[in-house]
């Protein structure tokens, strides 16, 4: 069964700094292209960065510049570093695959974590 634990979000002020990650088996690092996706109150889920197997990264151009994906697949995590933070950022931040698909199945999502960005 496919499990995606997100984790490291929290209340931070603008310009601060979080570093989110992602746990889920090795297999699926190895496997698939990932990526980090968010959902702000009252919108849709939105594609904020993702990694190939290759390690080639593509980021919304809305984080562009401000945040950094990467994969430790030895240690089957990933991560999100989010720097100079804004207001627009404030969201529940999940890992899934790119597209959404594990073993030809939609892959559930995880619970997430929150980061809000509030002075």
């Known amino acids: 069964q496919v499990q995606l634990v997100e984790s490291g979000g929290d209340l931070v002020q603008p310009g601060g700094s979080l570093r989110l990650s992602c746990t889920a088996s090795r297999i699926i690092f190895m496997t698939y292209t990932m990526a980090w996706y968010r959902q702000a109150p009252g919108k849709e889920r939105e594609l904020v960065a993702r990694?190939?197997?290759?390690?080639?990264?593509r980021y919304a151009d809305s984080v562009k510049g401000r945040f950094t994906i990467s994969r430790d697949v030895t240690g089957n995590t990933m991560y999100l570093r989010l720097n100079n933070l804004k207001p627009e950022d404030t969201a529940v931040y999940y890992c899934?695959?790119?597209?959404?698909?594990?073993?030809?199945?939609?892959?559930?999502w995880g619970q997430g974590t929150q980061v809000t960005v509030s002075s």
């Open positions: 990694i190939t197997r290759n390690d080639l990264t």
């Open positions: 899934n695959a790119d597209p959404p698909m594990i073993g030809g199945r939609a892959s559930p």
